[in-house]
């Protein structure tokens, strides 16, 4: 089975852009969370998507947005980039909700610079 | 709310020495802890889990790690490391409620040769 993919894998855009970051989940898997990976912050959660809906969400500015297709694709999007936005942005995937301790897979990841 | 502190942001060691990463948690709920694997320029990989039963779980290339409830601890443990163990190690919780995963700041493991 290929595993998590995520396009594209790096990224440079200028502050005030928007960016949308894509992620195919393994072929099954309904779940698909997304995460940001800085220096300062660490690994910290971003949202989790299960059936096209958001299932959870974690502290993050409203600038920060996603959303799951009808074939468990999902693609996260911010708007009004900052500098602090700059990072790498991991998309993890599961059969089932990470609430009944699915295993994540991760994908590789989109590094994101903001300038 | 839930934090996981890894007090070590990197451990050198020598090939085929132990190594011993240090992870301790806070939650007021029951947990599910886990270790990941973080080789360069790739994402995580999961090494290994606590969800119940024994607290003593394994991995498949050599790592174990033991869950101490008293301690809250989740220390990971290799008793012989190879030089393809060089990698990051991120420790983490989940509470009994599955809504997310908390990640702590990463240890460095470098092994020398």
């Known amino acids: 089975k290929a595993g998590v993919t995520q396009t594209p894998r790096y990224l440079i855009k200028t502050r005030g852009q928007q960016v949308t970051l894509s992620c195919s989940p393994i072929?099954?898997?309904?779940?698909v969370s997304w995460y940001q990976q800085t220096p300062g912050q660490g690994l910290q959660f971003l949202f989790e998507?299960?059936?096209?809906?958001?299932?959870n969400k974690g502290n993050f500015p409203g600038r920060f947005s996603g959303r799951q297709f009808s074939n468990s694709r999902s693609e996260m999007n911010v708007s009004t980039l900052e500098l602090g936005d700059s990072a790498l942005y991991l998309c993890a995937s599961s059969i089932g909700l990470a609430a009944y301790q699915e295993t994540q897979y991760f994908g590789p990841g989109t590094r994101l610079l903001v300038l | 709310a839930q934090s996981v502190t890894q007090l070590d942001s990197q451990v050198p060691v020598f090939e085929e020495a132990p190594v011993e990463l240090r992870c301790n948690y806070s939650s007021s709920v029951s947990v599910y802890l886990f270790w990941y694997v973080q080789y360069p320029n790739q994402g995580l990989q999961l090494l290994l889990k606590y969800l119940s039963g024994s607290t003593l779980v394994e991995s498949i290339n050599g790592f174990e790690a033991e869950f101490n409830k008293s301690q809250t601890s989740f220390h990971l443990r290799k008793p012989s490391v190879h030089i393809s163990d060089t990698a990051e190690y991120f420790c983490a919780v989940m509470d009994n409620a599955g809504n997310m995963l908390t990640f702590g700041g990463g240890t460095r493991l470098m092994v020398k040769p």
């Open positions: 998507y299960f059936s096209e809906t958001q299932r």
């Open positions: 072929s099954g898997h309904r779940s």
